[in-house]
């Protein structure tokens, strides 16, 4: 398994069902700032202490410090994915939905998260195909993932 970020490219929608089981990319480090973790809380409504509140999460949090909202590492999946592989014939693409997630570990505000994006299923439909991507998320010097979810994508060819 390879640590230097790369992406995976299709000159058509159809090559990708070929490489079902396989590693498709490895993203580039993002931060999760402070600033990032306090505009999502802002933005969701979800502004409990243990993400926003950093005096109270040094004194009573299990991490001695604040941490990502799981919903907010979740929403990276869309960068991720973008990051991870591309098709040059695709004219739309759309999030179809998740089957599968879990949050194993915690985020802490500071970190350097990445995705690592695998394809795990292919489906052919008249004009494009759902395809199910496992997008693993990675914190920088941490072994546990962060998040594992499984993204479904309609993508159309306009053909």
Partial sequence: MTETPYATTFKYLMDMKNHVGQELGLTTWSEITQDKINTFAELTGDT?????????SKKHSPYGQTVAHGFMVLSFASKFTHEAYSMDDVTMGVNYGLDKVRFPNATLSGSMMRGRVSLLEFMEFEGGARYKLKVVFECKGVAKPVCVAEFVVQAYTGK
């Fill in 48 to 56: 409990q202490w243990i993400h926003v509140d950093e005096e109270k």
